[in-house]
C-alpha cells in the first residue's frame, strides 16, 4: 500500500460547482497534513494547513480524519483559475521528511 | 521578502556528465529539501539539510549528493548523467511554527540529459 494515495483523476467539473478530492495515508503516527496546489510546469504552493478540528479558507474547506486515516479538501464554487493539481501531503513529527501524494487533477471548465 | 529561488531554471547535459544545481531559502529557514519530480510522478524526495548537516536522505543511489553552506544556500550534485535523470528538481525550505513544519518550494530547475 502506498504511503499517501490519492485519485488522480482528472475531476472535470463546471464553473460554479462543488468538488471534494480524499486522500488516504498509511502511517498512524502522521502528525502534519497539508494541501499544496502545482499549476501545469510550475512549483507547487501551498494551499492550507489541515487540522483534526478542520480549517476554512474562503471557498476551500480542508477535513482530517484520523480514525480512518484520510484527509479531504472541498472546493466550493469552482473557478477556473481553480483548474490545477492538489497534491496531498502528510509527514510524521519525528523525521519530518514529508510525503507526496501523486497529486489529484482538477479542470474547471466553462 | 523573497521566496526561495533555483538555479539555473534550466539545464541541458549528456549521458555521464555532471549536474550542479543551487538553492537560495527564505531568510531565515535553516531546512532544505530536495526533491525530484519526473514527469507524470508525484515528488520524490531526494536530501535534507539542516543547519549544514545532511539530516536524511531518500531512496536515490550515491551518485545524487550535495552540501548546505553556512548561509543556508543549498548545492545539489548529480554525478554521471542517466537519462532518466530527465525531471523538474525542486528545492523546498521550511521553517517550524509550534511543532509543525511548513516548505515552500522554489520554481525548480529543468534538467534535461541527452
Known amino acids: 500500500r502506498k504511503e499517501v494515495e490519492q485519485d488522480p483523476g482528472p475531476f472535470n467539473v463546471p464553473e460554479g460547482a462543488t468538488v471534494a478530492f480524499n486522500c488516504t495515508y498509511s502511517n498512524s503516527a502522521s502528525q502534519s497534513f497539508f494541501w499544496y496546489r502545482q499549476d501545469c510546469r510550475k512549483e507547487p504552493k501551498l494551499l492550507m494547513s489541515v487540522y483534526s478540528s478542520g480549517n476554512e479558507d474562503g471557498r476551500f474547506t480542508a477535513q482530517l480524519n484520523r480514525a480512518s486515516q484520510y484527509i479531504s479538501l472541498l472546493i466550493r464554487d469552482s473557478k477556473l483559475s481553480d483548474s490545477a493539481t492538489y497534491l496531498c501531503v502528510v509527514s510524521s513529527g519525528g523525521s519530518y521528511i514529508p510525503t507526496f501524494g501523486r497529486g489529484t487533477s482538477l479542470i474547471v471548465h466553462p | 521578502e523573497a521566496g526561495v529561488t533555483q538555479s539555473p531554471t534550466h539545464l541541458i547535459k549528456t549521458r555521464g556528465q555532471q549536474a550542479t544545481l543551487r538553492c537560495s531559502p527564505i531568510?531565515?529557514?535553516?531546512?532544505v529539501y530536495w526533491y525530484q519530480q519526473a514527469l507524470g510522478l508525484g515528488l520524490q524526495f531526494l536530501l535534507w539539510?539542516?543547519?549544514?548537516?545532511?539530516?536524511n536522505r531518500g531512496n536515490f543511489p550515491p551518485r545524487f549528493s550535495g552540501r548546505q553552506f553556512p548561509n543556508y544556500s543549498s548545492e545539489l550534485n548529480v554525478n554521471a548523467l542517466e537519462l532518466e535523470d530527465s525531471a523538474l528538481y525542486l528545492c523546498a525550505s521550511s521553517t517550524r511554527d509550534r511543532g509543525e513544519e511548513t516548505q515552500y518550494f522554489g520554481p525548480g530547475t529543468r534538467l534535461l540529459v541527452l
Open positions: 531568510s531565515g529557514h535553516t531546512s
Open positions: 539539510y539542516d543547519e549544514g548537516e545532511e539530516r
